[in-house]
């Protein structure tokens, strides 16, 4: 699929970004793989990673989803682009609300009017089970953004530029991640919880590049695209990382939510089920005739995909293996 592309990562230093790099130079062979993101001193390790004495194919260009002018001279002559940049903290996001529009929403629309005059041929969004349901404004930005991307398509035609978005929960050990904070915090003995009740989706950062890869190559535009994947509870979590610890619940935060929600009963009328994955489908008048989905069924309209439901959870041996793998 991306032999002799030409590959952009919007984000690209980031955890999802340096993942992904790594398996994409690992599996396919592209003509050019660049890195598009604002953090010079992370660029200049990720070179150093990826020299390119042995990746000839590395770019790395210095600059912001905010800036439409630095977008459109890193586009030129990309044919996919993975959009993985984002402001993704909850608490400061809410203190920070501009700063937060202008990256997850501002950014998004840059990406998709650069990517439509550049001739960008596919587009895939990176988003979060905090946009179902948002309670928080990363949620409410990343809705937003999930929207003006489907809607993308509504812009161009089916053999021009086509956007999707792939939605999935919270990631193994990346920034974000609770994991890295209980690791600091097991030498104290102590480890804090918001609250004993509270359950998340998880999956590994290497699923979810995978998971991108293989929406990437399937995709026909319009999708929102939701894997199948676990459940796991706060408190197993803690017991799996620090048995002996003290667990000290200490109150659920603003904008924090007891579970998460990637498919809520209102998306349910319009979600297909593929067998390995889930389809949110558009609204969109230009669905009917794109879609080749044939083989995918609907879901109940009562369905909804919430990770205290979930069919699937982790055990505490499951997670400690996991951890084990960091």
Sequence with gaps: M????SVLITGGTGSFGQKCTKIILEKFKPKKLIIFSRDELKQWEMAAQFPDSI????????????????????????DYVIHAAALKQVPTLEYNPFEAIKT??????????????????????????????????????????????????????RDETVFSVVRYGNVLGSRGSVIPVFLKQLKTGV????????????????????????????????????????????????????????????GIRAGEKLHEVMITKDDARRTLDTGDFYIIQPFFYFWDRRSNWTNARKVSEDFEYNSGKNSHFLSVEDMKKLVEML
């Design 104 to 157: 997850n929403i501002i950014g998004a629309q840059n990406v998709i009017n650069a990517s439509i005059d550049q001739g960008v041929k596919k587009v895939i969004a990176l988003s979060t089970d905090k946009a179902a349901n948002p309670i928080n404004l990363y949620g409410a930005t990343k809705l937003c953004s999930d929207k003006l991307f489907i809607a993308g398509n509504a812009y161009t035609r």
């Design 55 to 78: 990746y000839d194919c590395m770019r790395y260009f210095i600059g912001d989803v905010r800036d439409i002018e630095r977008l459109n001279r890193a586009l030129r002559g990309v």
């Design 191 to 250: 480890l804090t919880v918001t609250d004993s009740r509270m359950t998340r989706f998880w999956i590994t950062l290497d699923q979810g590049v995978h998971f991108v890869l293989q929406c990437l190559d399937q995709m026909v535009g319009g999708e929102l695209f939701v894997p199948k994947i676990p459940s796991m509870k706060i408190m197993d979590l803690a017991r799996a990382i620090g048995p002996d610890c003290e667990i000290k619940v200490i």
């Design 2 to 5: 991306l032999n002799n592309k």
